[in-house]
C-alpha cells in the first residue's frame, strides 16, 4: 500500500517575484543582444538571481566587474542598482556604446540627492554599506558629502556639523519598519531635517513585505525564494520572523529547499507553508518550488492577495527607436 502523504497548505504571498524595474532590466539586456548581437556586457549582476544571469549568459551576455574589463567595440548595460557618476564618465571617456538599466525609483532618489547637495544640505543616506545601490547613490555626489547611516544605533550617534541644513535619503530595498525606526530618530534629533516628498522605499519592497506580514502569523514555516546578496529578498526573511514565522529561511530554488528543515517537529494535521519570493526572482522558481511539494506532500495552494500591482517602466529610447 502506497504510504499517504501529509496534507500541506501553501499560503502563497502576493504581490511577490519581479518588479518593474527588475521587469525592464532584463529586458534592456534581452533588447541590447538583439539589437547589436553577441555579446553584450553587463556591469555587474543586471539583478541579484543566479537564474536570471545565467539565463542571460546564454542568450549572449556577459557579466562584468568593472568596465576596464569591456572591449572598446562592444556595449555595455549599467545594472538595475544604478552606479556613480563615473561610471557612465569613463564609459565617454572610452566612447563606448553604454545603455543605463538603472531603476527609475534608484534613478529618483539620485536626483533626489543632487537636489539637496545643490541647495547646499549634507545627505544622510539611510542604506547597507557595500549595496550597489548605496555605492551608486553615494556615487551621485562628492566625496563626504553624503553620510551613511546603517541603523538606529547609527542614527543616534550621528554627528554633523550643520544640523539646520541636513536631508535624508533611503535605500529602495530596506525593511520599511526597521526605515521608518531610523527616519524617526533622525527627525527627534534633527527637525530640520528634510526628507523625499514621497518615501524612497519602493512600491514593490513596500507590497512584497506587507504581503508577508498578511500571512506570517499563519504559517508554521516561510519560505523567500530569492538570493543571499539580494537585499530586498533578505529583508522579507526578517519581516517573516518579525511578524510571527520564526522558522523562516531564505531558498534560491527548489533544488536548494531543506526538506528535513520543512518536517522537523510536525504536529497532528496539517502544515502550512508561506511561499513568496524577491523582486528580482522569476515566478517560474515559485512553480517550481510548489511542484516539488506536490511531489512530497497532499498541496492545497491558498494565495493571499493583499494588493494589485500595474505599474511599468519604459525602455530606454535608444532599444525601441
Known amino acids: 500500500m502506497p504510504v499517504a502523504k501529509k496534507p500541506l497548505t501553501i499560503l502563497l504571498a502576493s504581490p511577490r517575484g519581479f518588479c518593474a524595474g527588475v521587469d525592464r532590466a532584463i529586458q534592456i539586456v534581452e533588447r541590447a543582444i538583439e539589437r547589436y548581437g553577441r555579446p553584450v556586457y553587463v556591469r555587474h549582476e543586471i539583478v541579484h538571481n543566479r537564474y536570471v544571469v545565467e539565463n542571460l549568459e546564454a542568450k549572449g551576455a556577459v557579466f562584468v566587474d568593472e568596465l576596464d ?29 553604454y545603455v543605463d538599466a538603472t531603476c527609475p525609483l534608484v534613478s529618483k532618489v539620485h536626483r533626489e540627492a ?24 553615494m556615487g551621485q555626489l562628492p566625496a563626504g558629502a553624503v553620510l551613511l547611516v546603517e541603523n538606529v544605533a547609527q542614527a543616534e550617534t550621528l554627528e554633523v556639523s550643520d544640523p539646520l541644513n541636513l536631508a535624508y535619503a533611503t535605500q529602495t530595498t530596506l525593511s520599511v519598519d526597521d526605515t521608518t525606526a531610523i527616519v524617526a530618530a533622525l527627525r527627534r534629533r534633527f527637525p530640520a531635517i528634510q526628507g523625499p ?36 529578498s533578505m529583508r522579507l526573511v526578517e519581516v517573516a520572523a518579525n511578524y510571527g514565522c ?3 529561511r531564505l531558498v534560491q530554488r527548489a533544488v536548494d529547499m531543506d526538506w528535513a528543515w520543512l518536517d522537523a517537529d510536525w504536529s497532528e494535521g496539517a502544515r502550512r507553508l508561506g511561499i513568496t519570493a524577491g523582486a528580482s526572482a522569476p515566478e517560474l522558481l515559485v512553480d517550481e518550488l510548489i511542484e516539488a511539494c506536490r511531489a512530497r506532500y497532499d498541496v492545497t495552494v491558498e494565495e493571499v492577495r493583499t494588493t494589485e ?3 511599468v517602466f519604459k525602455l530606454p529610447r535608444q532599444l525601441v527607436a
Open 69 to 97: 574589463e569591456v572591449p572598446d567595440d562592444r556595449p555595455v548595460v549599467f545594472s538595475a542598482h544604478g552606479v556613480p557618476k563615473s561610471v557612465p564618465a569613463e564609459a565617454g571617456r572610452r566612447n563606448l556604446l
Open 114 to 137: 543632487e537636489r539637496h547637495h545643490e541647495s547646499g544640505r549634507r545627505i544622510v543616506l539611510i542604506g547597507h554599506a557595500g549595496h550597489p545601490e548605496v555605492i551608486g547613490t
Open 197 to 232: 516628498k514621497m518615501e524612497d522605499i519602493c512600491y514593490a519592497t513596500t507590497n512584497r513585505q506587507a504581503a508577508v506580514k498578511a500571512i506570517a502569523e499563519r504559517c508554521d514555516a516561510l519560505v523567500v525564494i530569492g538570493a543571499p546578496n539580494s537585499s530586498n
Open 246 to 248: 520564526a522558522r523562516s
Open 309 to 311: 500591482e500595474s505599474v
